[in-house]
């Protein structure tokens, strides 16, 4: 072994407890997991994170940082792997981080992800009875190639090739990868595509630092159900030079019903600008989830994984526990997924959403779906609602909903919003969270102002990584 390898002897503080150094060496058992799925084991009473470490490994690790209580190791060497442990799929998922749970049985996986929940529902939101609330995990039968969407950054390497790929965790340095086995296959030809139209055309990337260059990202997004294909080339500027002859190659791909432009001429790491330019076909692709079927726009949150999302929106309907006379508000309502899944079902659906083009969708897909009770409106729901309740509504029924379904990007719900959903107090509120530790805050708030919750179920919606989405039923308490 290398003189790196050394094991450097900890030594005692005054107090006698340990003291651990950077550049300590130590070897450690995994014990558990941390919420980024980071590996957790103890060297005499203090708590090492060792990122790519998993649960039930022996490994060597090289103290990277100290804190008072814990420090961050870097993982050396493997002395005993897991018993849960698999080869994982993808050859630079270290580097990527994408995926911090590949090296995990999917078993554990869900393992994982339950417990995480289950502890931020207890721990956060103060509930005692969580296991009893908590329905079993749903996962998914093959726990790869399930996204239906993604983003590949394009710049140069060291040897000035165009290259396309992911960045590297926390960094903005490119790995190049077609290949990424969450996603579809028609990515890698897209890229192909793209890159080859570029070096041949002498098509500059973009370049972060200089803020020059042209192409920054290739967004590619595919109807599962309708083999729909959109490619939407993110640039920084309005015009793509011979944008015919990439138009002509991309064409030849099966399912190609959507080229678009969409420009980003701003310093950020935000991908998307506002404005979209269509090159060829239509401004949308079509996807359907159960018998409902969905325009999405580029700009549009469309959820990654549909056999999940079935699933998912199945319970919240489910939770939702309509017969047909209900009136519901869908908050946070997006392209009005949920909102026409449960508009089948109820008298009359309101959805808010704050992206104009999502509501733009919505619409249409009220209407392509021939549904008539579901109205849209654009704005922030801490906004909407409030306004609404301030204003007596347009009718009664607006004021008083029988059913409140919230689906909250991960920072969760606005305190403005939830005060209104308790002053409105409709019988049922349906949370839909991909973020269960805002989920149990809001929850809290919840449960502290007459409601009570029900059920929770997960739904693993991201395989490989340590994402998990939660519905949960809550309803009015009748002791207040
Ligand atoms: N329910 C939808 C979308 C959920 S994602 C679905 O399942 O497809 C969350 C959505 O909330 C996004 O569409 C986002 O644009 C929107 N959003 C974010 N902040 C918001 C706010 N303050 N008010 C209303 N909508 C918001």
Redesign the pocket.
Known sequence: MGKKNTKRAASRKDDGAWHFQKDDMLELSIEDMGIDGEGIGKADGVTFFVKDAVIGDRVRVKVMKMKKNYGYARLTEIVEPSPYRVKPRCECHRQCGGCQLQALSYEKQLEFKERKVRNNLSRIGGFDNVEALMEPILGMEEPFYYRNKAQFPVGRNKEGRIVAGFYASRTHSIIPTRRCHLGDSVNERVLEIVIGFMERQGIEPYEEQSGTGLVRHVLVRKGFATGEVMVCLVINGRRLPVAELLVDELCKLDGMTSIMLNVNEKNTNVILGEELILLWGKEYITDTIGDIRYRISPL????VNPVQTKKLYETALEYAGLSGTETVW??????G??SLFLARKARRVYG????EK?VENARDNAKINGLSNAEFFV????EVLPEFYARGGRNGEMLHPDVIVV???RKGC?ERCLETIVKMGPGRVVY?SCDSATLARDLKYLCGNGYELVKAQAVDMFPQTVGIEVVCLLSKSHVE
């Open positions: 549009s949150f469309y959820q869908d908050l946070y309502c997006g392209i997924t949920i808010v959403e704050v992206v999502a704005g922030k729901a801490e689906d909250p990007p606005d839909v």
